[in-house]
């Protein structure tokens, strides 16, 4: 049977708690706060819950509260307070401190028996979870220790290091295509078609995740077959018209190999997240040889891009208490952004050519279609 300490100073309370609860469980008695911290010290691992009375003399059960709590008892041993005190100060001062339940006097046999029965089945279901998480967080560090040990291993190794090289180099040339494109229609059209481009390389902690996730091995020939985000670039840019338009300049360049096309503007997530993505095969020229190498390129707009740098915290922060409102607001404000950009598209589209009847990005783009482009707009 499981073992419960009735702690009261009145002995007709603490007598008609054991004849309600001793057909269930082993009842243990203590008259005052000292003696049931006495009693606790012999036996807390195996007391199933304390029914504990606040005025005592000794020690009184906030007394008792602070020292199970300081003891750290009280995340396992669950405590309901046995009181004729109803004031709301009185009880959310007992849940601050960490009680589990009040059982009010005068006692009500069936009450008194579904409270404890509940209370401790709910305190063993918690204590069950929090066992199975700290098992889970522990297998995560041996999983992240072996990572990063095998992780070591590959930075260690020559071809690996010149495979980094080439999605290095990979990034420069795309940055540099891009950055000819936004020098040309500065020129051409007085404007820049992106705000900012970010750029980075997975790390080999990061990729050896991610084989292993997928089941593949972990080689530089694995690497360069199954992983397409190693060498990743991020185009900020104004307005939804220019993410297309880039988009598609990017992919007309002669010598760019487009692998995989994902429109999320267009076809958003369930989470609101919206971008373009291309997956590229990009021309690098080495000493010795001309090498194709893959890269991901996004476009963002200026807001989505400062969304999906809240969400990213969500996603990855575990201390983020109502995370489903939370995760509704972003949808929400996904949704208000892509009005927004576009209403302000509208409205670039009116101060450019106020007169015109055809939106500039249709004038732009049917300028370029007819082999105008790198002559003069008039």
Not at 2 to 30: C, H, K, T
Not at 145 to 173: D, H, V, W
Not at 276 to 288: A, E, G, M, T
Not at 329 to 342: F, G, H, N
């Amino acid at each position: 049977m499981q073992r419960i300490l009735v702690v009261d100073d009145a002995e007709i309370n603490r007598e008609l708690l054991r004849g309600i609860l001793e057909e269930d469980y082993a009842v243990e008695m203590a008259a005052d706060g000292e003696e049931a911290l006495q009693k606790l010290e012999e036996s807390r691992d195996t007391t199933a819950a304390i029914l504990l009375d606040l005025h005592m003399p000794k020690k009184d059960g906030f007394e008792v509260i602070s020292r199970l709590k300081e003891n750290g008892w009280l995340q396992k041993i669950p405590v309901l307070i046995i009181s004729s005190e109803h004031a709301a100060e009185i009880e959310n001062r007992c849940f601050e401190m960490g009680v589990s339940d009040f059982i009010h006097k005068p006692f009500e046999a069936s009450i008194v028996k579904n409270r404890v029965r509940n209370t401790m089945e709910l305190f063993a279901y918690k204590n069950s979870l929090e066992e199975k998480v700290e098992e889970q967080e522990e297998e995560l560090r041996k999983q992240h220790r072996i990572i990063e040990m095998q992780a070591e291993k590959l930075r260690g190794t020559e071809p690996f290091n010149r495979l980094m090289m080439e999605y290095r180099a990979a990034i420069m040339e795309v940055e540099t295509r891009l950055k000819v494109l936004n020098e040309e229609f500065s020129q051409m059209y007085k404007r820049n078609p992106f705000e900012s481009i970010k750029s980075r390389l997975k790390t080999p902690a990061s990729i050896y995740g991610k084989l292993a996730h997928k089941g593949y091995p972990v080689t530089v020939e694995s690497i360069r077959e199954h992983l397409t985000d190693v060498a990743g670039l991020r185009v900020i840019c104004s307005f939804p018209d220019d993410i297309y338009r880039l988009a598609d300049l990017l992919i007309k360049q002669d010598d760019f190999i487009l692998l995989r096309k994902k429109d999320y503007i267009k076809n958003p997530k369930s989470n609101g997240y919206r971008s373009l993505h291309l997956i590229l095969s990009v021309p690098i020229f080495l000493s010795n040889e001309k090498k194709y190498v893959k890269a991901e390129v996004q476009f963002r707009t200026i807001a989505m891009d400062f969304w999906a740098s809240l969400e990213h915290k969500l996603k990855y922060k575990k201390d983020v208490n109502d995370t489903e409102e939370i995760e509704a607001q972003l949808r929400a404000c996904a949704d208000s952004i892509e009005k927004l950009d576009y209403q302000m598209q509208d409205i670039r589209d009116k101060i450019d050519l106020p007169g015109a009847k055809i939106p500039y990005t249709e004038v732009v783009r049917a300028w370029v279609s007819a082999g105008n482009f790198g002559k003069t707009m008039s």
